[in-house]
């Protein structure tokens, strides 16, 4: 895949604020995450190829929505483009965390977020979905403790977010029941 002028810029962006961040388990540089998830949904458009590249950004960077606003004006994104991956972005951002919600356990973080999810618009689901699909081979193969956990999570997102690409979806249903399939056959 080949990404635009202001789709490198972008990325360089998403580099610069994700810094020496790693994949947890293949300790790869993290933008490579990002561009597997941007390669996902490249077919459509530039608005999901943004917001796939700064999916991320606000939950784990020190980026604020101010600073990826300006970046995304700066490289050259019209008005209703910056306002759509903002927004996109936005939606992709866990709400249900830890810090906010500190006497929720995850278990329940996590369906109110699945919840949450289902209200979110398609695009947003069209990356959500690409992100599930890049993260399950990973950590199936290499968290024998949390993949259970894991599969748990993004069977319930799966139940509650609906809409998107049906293709999208059937990819990442595609990639959670191998990864379920997978842990039940090393279980036996």
Known sequence: MTFTEREQKLLEFAKFHHGTQKRKYTKEPYYVHL?????????LGPVAVAIAICHDLIEDTSCSYKMLFSA???????????????????????FYTKDLFPNLNRRKRKELEAVR?????????????????????????????????????????????????????QVCEKAVN???????????
């Open 35 to 43: 561009v597997a998830v941007a390669t996902g949904v490249y077919h």
């Open 72 to 94: 995304l004006v700066t490289f050259g994104y019209s008005p209703e483009e910056t306002a759509d991956i903002i927004t996109g972005v936005r939606d992709l951002t866990d």
């Open 117 to 169: 999810l289902g209200t979110i618009g398609d695009v947003a689901k069209n990356v959500k979905y690409a992100d599930i699909a890049d993260n399950v081979p990973t950590i199936v193969e290499f968290d024998e403790e949390f993949r259970d956990v894991f599969i748990r999570e993004k069977l319930t997102i799966l139940e509650y977010m609906k809409g998107g690409s049906l293709m999208m979806r």
């Open 178 to 188: 191998e990864g379920f399939t997978k842990i039940q056959s090393i279980v036996k």
